[in-house]
């Protein structure tokens, strides 16, 4: 059983326990998160979207993700994960984000942003997002993999904090 299938009905069982609504942003997984969480039983009474805003129009488009900011940070920034959080919130009625946005490769990577790199935002509504730089190592499959867990991960991390 990979991380990520061993994570998502912890995440399930403790948003049901807090009743908490949760909405996904997901660039570079591409939807694992959410699939992940939707295999278990009991997951529409907690997932209650998610956007795969894989190019820099539809994080506008979907997510309100201005011009400028992905012009300035570029798509793969602390800045524009955050964005994505919050414009995944306002775009809901769930209580908390999960967005990502990163290089799972094998090209596209620069020596400022190489392969591999992911931030991963948490968001509870009314509160600021927390933003994570990850530097994943393995080919796109294991990059992706290993983002999605994460950001589960990350999301636990921030439901013990704050609910």
Partial sequence: MSELEELAPRVI????????????????????????????????????????????????????????????????????????????????????????????????GTEAKPVGLVFIAVQRRGRAPVVERHQFKGDRRQVRQAAAARGLAVLLARLGVES
């Avoid at 403790?14 to 998160?33: I, K, P, W, Y």
């Avoid at 979907?62 to 414009?87: D, F, T």
């Fill in 13 to 108: 069982t403790r948003c049901r326990e807090r009743e908490v609504r949760l909405v996904f942003a997901e660039a570079c997984t591409g939807g694992l998160m959410t699939a992940a969480l939707t295999e278990v039983p009991g997951a529409s009474a907690v997932v209650e979207r998610a956007f795969v805003p894989y190019s820099n129009e539809s994080k506008g488009e979907q997510l309100g993700v201005p011009l400028a900011l992905l012009q300035a940070h570029g798509s793969v920034s602390a800045e524009v994960a955050g964005a994505m959080a919050a414009g995944a919130l306002e775009r809901s009625w769930a209580d908390w984000a999960v967005a990502e946005t990163g290089i799972a490769g094998p090209g596209g």
